[in-house]
């Protein structure tokens, strides 16, 4: 063969391997970085000694960050002079929380296995040790991912559902993802942990489908609560328990939903719409059958990929060609001379 055609060959199989989606398996860095399932257990642990509520914002971000163009971390990327990035889009704007405790992660990673294991994973591996440590079931994560060189606060802003979404809504925007109805529900919940903000129930509270009145859908009792915690014009940040158990993570969110407690609109209505009724009442009796839904809903998001070129960042924030350079000034010694 020709120079020429070999050197085209070997440009499109390199293009080719760079656009390939990379397998995901367990046991990725079993190799490379032996301790790094454990190490980002450990800094989960500690996270949630320090604020129970952490690990669930660190849960979240799994969703956020899958949902918009694959799970690579895009969501982790701070805005540059040319990139708006994701953390400022709407439904991630004073809500996502608790990306310290991902960076923690990230040094503690970066001092055992330098240059080793990617953001995305990570988020991958907390947000089953968020599950786990709470209560929920434990499962083999998929790893082998790699991070992002770009973010999109657009497509974020285009994707993520707002807590106003209906359950058809939410049905048609999980199964472009090849997300079912039941994964909706399992996936939902992880509601199961964690707050939300008041912000986010007060129009159900005074001006449900701005008919100027409440959620008919919420029990009586509970609104009047919520009212409390959320009078009309009161702080929007302010926030409420997303079921009744919100430390542990287990099928009260279900039960709540069954009896009319739900906190968000994008909740109670997965008990409202017939089609996804059933799978809440399921869930609600069977904590099994949910941990196992959930599970796979969890696997499933996961392997949502972008096909895109990326890296192994070494600072979740940051793309690697953009990290400031460490200048190391040596000092010429001159002996005191
Ligand atoms: C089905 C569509 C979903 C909608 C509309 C939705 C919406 C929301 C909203 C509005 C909040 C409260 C945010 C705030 O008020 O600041 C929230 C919290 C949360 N969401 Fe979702 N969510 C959905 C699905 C999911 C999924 C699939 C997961 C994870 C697998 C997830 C995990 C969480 C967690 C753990 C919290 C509590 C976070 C914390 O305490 O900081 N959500 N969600």
Redo the contacts with the bound molecule.
């Keep these: 063969m020709p120079y020429s055609h070999f050197f085209f060959f070997l440009l499109i199989s390199l293009a080719f391997a760079a656009m390939a989606v990379p397998t995901l398996r367990p046991g990725f860095y079993t190799e490379t970085c032996p301790q790094a399932e454990s190490i980002v257990k450990d800094v989960m642990k500690k996270a949630m000694k320090r604020e129970p509520?952490s690990v669930?914002?660190v849960?979240?971000l799994?969703?956020h960050d899958c949902f918009v163009n694959g799970c690579d971390a895009s969501l982790l990327l701070d805005d540059t002079p040319n990139m708006l990035g994701e953390k400022l889009a709407l439904?991630n704007i004073?809500?996502l929380?608790?990306y310290e405790v991902v960076d923690e992660v990230k040094e503690a990673l970066e001092r055992a296995c330098p240059g080793v294991v990617s953001c995305a994973d990570l988020l991958i591996m907390a947000?089953r040790d968020a599950v786990v440590l709470t209560g929920g079931p434990n499962w083999e994560v998929k790893l082998g991912r790699l991070d992002s060189l770009t973010a999109s606060q657009e497509d974020s802003n285009q994707i993520m559902?707002?807590?106003r979404?209906n359950a058809t809504y939410?049905i048609d925007l999980?199964s472009r993802y090849n997300l079912s109805m039941k994964d909706?529900v399992a996936?939902?919940g992880?509601?199961s942990?964690?707050?939300?903000?008041c912000?986010?129930v007060v129009f159900r509270l005074y001006n449900q489908s701005g008919s100027g009145r409440p959620d008919p859908t919420i029990e009586p009792r509970f609104r009047e609560k919520l009212d409390k915690l959320c009078p009309l014009g009161g702080d929007g940040n302010v926030?409420g328990d997303?079921d009744a158990t919100p430390e542990v993570f287990d099928n009260q969110y279900f039960k709540d939903l069954v009896n009319g407690r739900g906190f968000?609109n994008?909740d109670q209505t997965l008990f409202t719409n017939p089609f996804t009724r059933e799978y809440v009442r399921e869930f609600s009796v069977s904590q099994k059958k949910f941990f196992m839904a959930f599970v796979e809903g969890?696997i499933k998001?996961g392997d949502l990929q972008s096909g895109q070129p990326g890296e192994i960042r070494q600072d979740c924030r940051v793309i690697n060609s953009r990290r400031p350079r460490v200048e190391v000034l040596f000092e010429t010694s001159n002996g005191g001379e």
């Design positions: 509520r669930a914002s849960m979240r799994q969703f439904s004073n809500s929380r608790s947000a559902p707002s807590p979404s939410l999980f909706l996936l939902s992880s509601h942990i964690g707050k939300g903000r912000f986010s926030t997303l968000l994008s969890m998001m």
